[in-house]
């Protein structure tokens, strides 16, 4: 369920873009065009999944802490945030929008899956090492240190932005 809403959280704002709302927001600042218009009448659903998906996640969170005594209150933290730097990205604004998407949602998603990705290498390197493929073995050097995996970003970034020039 958490990762379901987490998507939901970033893919719905996408899809209701595409759909027709949010009509002043641009990706990169104006050089952006959209590859396909969904069908204006999608937006009611999909506005719809965006207040359902996160409600059925709250009513989960607040029965898992009502029936345990246990709320993971970074995790709620998390998805708030989540849902709304989406929303607040989604800016007609390109300051706004640029803040909100790259600065507050990028940086806390990357540490985020910094994080996970660490966790569960170190089970399986626990578990069954032998099972790692070299694939793996780089993975997990790459987030062997936050050094590592921010240099891995920026290396990444710097390259998407070279290929746009191609």
Not at 7 to 19: C, D, I, N, S, T
Not at 80 to 107: C, D, E, K, R
Request: aromatic share 22%; proline share 4%; charged share 10%.
């Amino acid at each position: 369920l958490d990762y379901w809403t987490c998507m939901a959280g970033a893919a719905l704002p996408l899809l209701l873009w595409h759909a027709g709302d949010f009509e002043g927001f641009s990706w990169f600042g104006g050089e952006d065009q959209k590859l396909v218009e969904l069908p204006r009448f999608f937006r009611k659903p999909l506005w719809l999944l965006y207040f359902l998906v996160p409600g059925i996640w709250l009513w989960h969170t607040a029965w898992h802490w009502w029936t345990t005594g246990r709320l993971n209150v970074v995790k709620f933290w998390i998805m708030a945030a989540h849902y709304f730097t989406w929303y607040m990205g989604m800016s007609p604004h390109h300051v706004q929008s640029l803040a909100f998407i790259n600065l507050f949602h990028g940086f806390s998603s990357s540490w985020l899956v910094y994080q996970v990705v660490q966790t569960r290498y170190n089970l399986w390197r626990t578990k069954s090492p032998q099972s790692m493929r070299w694939t793996d073995h780089l993975n997990c050097f790459l987030v062997s240190t936050p050094i590592s995996y921010t240099c891995f970003l920026c290396f990444l970034a710097c390259t998407e932005d070279l290929a746009w020039d191609l």
